[in-house]
């Protein structure tokens, strides 16, 4: 089976643009999480999204935002940048087989604010 | 809610000698614990998991973990670590029911030594 892909890889931006991240759950997952990592504040949890539906949120403004497709793809956005907002952006995708729920993570995408 | 504490934020070791990572945390309702690690420019890798059963639980790479209910604890230990186990090691808690929210611990770093 394929991983978690995430595109792009890397991505340079100004202050106030916006970005778009996409991920590629593996095949068969249902459910996609976003985190944040950063050296300041770590690994932070942004969102999950399950059929569709966002189902957990993190505390992070509204500026970030998701959605999932019916293939489970997911994207997530960010609106008006900030420098703040450079960062290493991870996705993964959960199996629930037999009971036991394991997240799988992509390479990330790493964001860099200008 | 939950936290995640990893009381050591880097541990240097000679090469072959054991070592052992902490890991505390605290919640409100049951979780799942796991230990990941990431090396340098990559995404997150599953090393072990916690879900029930037995309390010692073993991971890839010689790892393996002791969950201690009335502790709060699930440290991360390895007998005889190689110079490619330098990396950086993150404990992580995620609820059980609800979705998939995984709260992470600050990394610890651990730097083995020839």
């Known amino acids: 089976k394929a991983g978690v892909t995430q595109t792009p890889r890397y991505l340079i931006k100004t202050r106030g643009q916006q970005v778009t991240l996409s991920c590629s759950p593996i095949s068969g997952h249902r459910s996609v999480s976003w985190y944040q990592q950063t050296p300041g504040q770590g690994l932070q949890f942004l969102f999950e999204?399950?059929?569709?539906?966002?189902?957990n949120k993190g505390n992070f403004p509204g500026r970030f935002s998701g959605r999932q497709f019916s293939n489970s793809r997911s994207e997530m956005n960010v609106s008006t940048l900030e420098l703040g907002d450079s960062a290493l952006y991870l996705c993964?995708?959960?199996?629930?087989?037999?009971?036991?729920?394991?997240?799988?993570f992509g390479p990330g995408t790493r964001l860099l604010v200008l | 809610a939950q936290s995640v504490t990893q009381l050591d934020s880097q541990v240097p070791v000679f090469e072959e000698a054991p070592v052992e990572l902490r890991c505390n945390y605290s919640?409100?309702?049951?979780?799942?614990l796991f230990w990941y690690v990431q090396y340098p420019n990559q995404g997150l890798q599953l090393l072990l998991k916690y879900l029930s059963g037995s309390t010692l639980v073993k991971g890839i790479n010689g790892f393996e973990a002791e969950f201690n209910k009335s502790q709060t604890s699930f440290h991360l230990r390895k007998p005889s670590v190689h110079i490619s186990d330098t990396a950086e090691y993150f404990c992580?808690?995620?609820?059980?029911?609800?979705?998939?929210?995984?709260?992470f611990g600050a990394g610890t770093r651990l730097f083995v030594k020839a």
């Open positions: 999204y399950f059929s569709e539906t966002q189902r």
């Open positions: 993964a995708s959960t199996s629930t087989s037999g009971g036991a729920e394991t997240q799988y």
């Open positions: 992580a808690v995620s609820q059980r029911a609800g979705g998939f929210k995984t709260i």
């Open positions: 919640s409100s309702v049951s979780v799942y």
